[in-house]
């Protein structure tokens, strides 16, 4: 299984976690009922050394809400950046950083809420 693959699964796993959202996604749903989340991984880069593989992963946890103000998507965001941050497993593959990058909160075109939460994570195959 790739780095990617591995790393968006037991993200979403974690994310499993975050009673109040309804759903967690591996790309962009049809359909969903807000709140939900999607867990999106890459780039994937080289972060190999000389005698084994490693991969820098970039992870984005996108969520999308609804209602007038956004404090319900924050209070989501931070749950998630907790639950992402405590991913430690991954078949295949040793965690060696997981880094928080940015968020950012921003109103949808349809009236509602998209939280971005951004991840650096390095991984080293065993």
């Known amino acids: 299984m790739s ?11 974690a994310l499993a976690a975050v009673t109040e959202l309804g ?3 591996d790309g962009p749903p049809l359909q969903a009922v807000a709140p939900h989340a999607v867990v999106e991984a890459g780039p994937e880069r080289d972060w190999s050394h000389k005698s084994g593989v490693g ?6 946890v996108t969520i999308r809400d609804e209602g007038e103000r956004p404090q319900r998507l924050r209070r989501l965001m931070a749950e998630a950046e907790t639950a ?21 909160v921003a109103k949808d075109r349809q ?16």
């Open 3 to 13: 780095a990617g693959s591995a790393l968006q699964e037991a993200a979403i796993s």
């Open 84 to 104: 992402v941050g405590g991913v430690a497993a991954l078949p295949g593959w040793q965690l060696v950083v997981l880094r928080f990058l940015s968020s950012r």
């Open 111 to 126: 009236g509602g809420w998209i939280g971005l939460i951004e991840f650096r994570v390095r991984l080293l195959a065993d």
């Open 55 to 60: 991969r820098e992963v970039r992870l984005a």
């Open 23 to 25: 759903s967690v996604h």
